[in-house]
Protein backbone atom coordinates (compact mmCIF):
# COMPACT_ATOMS: atom_id res chain seq x y z
CA UNK A 1 0.00 0.00 0.00
CA UNK A 2 2.87 2.59 0.89
CA UNK A 3 4.25 1.88 -2.62
CA UNK A 4 1.21 2.47 -4.25
CA UNK A 5 0.57 5.94 -2.36
CA UNK A 6 4.53 6.56 -3.14
CA UNK A 7 3.61 5.87 -6.56
CA UNK A 8 0.98 8.54 -7.09
CA UNK A 9 2.30 10.91 -5.03
CA UNK A 10 5.52 11.04 -6.95
CA UNK A 11 3.61 11.10 -9.88
CA UNK A 12 1.15 14.07 -9.10
CA UNK A 13 4.34 16.03 -7.61
CA UNK A 14 5.97 15.53 -10.85
CA UNK A 15 3.19 16.86 -12.80
CA UNK A 16 2.46 19.77 -11.00
CA UNK A 17 5.97 20.68 -10.99
CA UNK A 18 6.40 20.22 -14.73
CA UNK A 19 3.11 21.88 -15.38
CA UNK A 20 4.82 25.05 -13.63
CA UNK A 21 7.62 24.61 -15.61
CA UNK A 22 5.48 25.33 -19.07
CA UNK A 23 5.77 28.31 -20.50
CA UNK A 24 3.23 31.35 -19.54
CA UNK A 25 2.87 34.64 -20.99
CA UNK A 26 5.08 34.20 -23.84
CA UNK A 27 8.23 33.77 -21.50
CA UNK A 28 9.77 30.40 -21.00
CA UNK A 29 11.30 29.02 -17.68
CA UNK A 30 14.36 30.81 -16.40
CA UNK A 31 15.80 27.56 -16.55
CA UNK A 32 15.50 27.08 -20.56
CA UNK A 33 19.04 27.56 -22.36
CA UNK A 34 21.19 27.00 -19.68
CA UNK A 35 23.12 23.86 -18.60
CA UNK A 36 20.84 22.65 -16.33
CA UNK A 37 18.21 22.20 -18.67
CA UNK A 38 19.33 18.63 -19.49
CA UNK A 39 19.21 17.53 -15.90
CA UNK A 40 15.35 19.03 -15.20
CA UNK A 41 14.39 16.55 -18.31
CA UNK A 42 16.06 13.92 -17.02
CA UNK A 43 14.21 14.69 -13.20
CA UNK A 44 11.07 14.57 -14.90
CA UNK A 45 11.61 11.61 -17.42
CA UNK A 46 12.76 9.81 -13.61
CA UNK A 47 9.64 11.06 -11.94
CA UNK A 48 7.69 9.66 -14.13
CA UNK A 49 9.60 6.22 -14.57
CA UNK A 50 9.80 6.09 -10.69
CA UNK A 51 5.96 6.87 -10.26
CA UNK A 52 5.08 4.36 -12.85
CA UNK A 53 6.97 1.90 -11.48
CA UNK A 54 5.52 2.53 -7.66
CA UNK A 55 2.73 2.51 -8.66
CA UNK A 56 2.30 -1.00 -10.84
CA UNK A 57 4.37 -2.61 -7.94
CA UNK A 58 1.89 -1.31 -5.47
CA UNK A 59 -1.18 -2.91 -7.59
CA UNK A 60 0.77 -6.15 -7.85
CA UNK A 61 1.05 -6.38 -4.15
CA UNK A 62 -2.30 -5.99 -4.03
CA UNK A 63 -3.96 -7.66 -6.48
CA UNK A 64 -1.53 -10.16 -7.04
CA UNK A 65 -1.66 -12.28 -3.83
CA UNK A 66 -4.92 -13.35 -3.99
Known sequence: MTQLVSGVTILIVGGLVFWRCLPRGE????LVGT???????VAFCAAVALGSSLLLSGFIDIYGNG
Do not use: G, Q, S, W
Not at 27 to 30: A, G, I, M, S
Not at 35 to 41: G, H, R, S
Open 27 to 30: KTHR
Open 35 to 41: ELEPYVA
